[in-house]
């Protein structure tokens, strides 16, 4: 279960499941895009990973500072 979630500040990357022993790209996540929210809001594990596109810069928010901002008015 994730702890996390994490804003693209800067880069990119690729979000990644595994199929039949392969990567698969399902997705790619840009500058101000998010992810690993849907872990800390629903309390399940992660379904995929996230694979960064070079060098990439990322904000990071445990369930806090998550729960804060989520709900900022």
Do not use: C
Not at 33 to 62: N, T
């Amino acid at each position: 279960m994730g702890t996390q979630a994490y804003i693209v500040d800067r880069g990119s990357v690729d979000i990644v499941k595994l199929a039949g022993g392969h990567s698969i790209v399902v997705g790619m996540i840009g500058q101000r895009g998010m992810f690993g929210e849907m872990s800390l809001l629903e309390g399940v594990p992660r379904m995929a990973s996230a694979v960064a596109k070079g060098e990439v810069r990322l904000f990071v928010m445990d369930n806090d500072v998550f729960s804060n901002w989520s709900t900022a008015p």
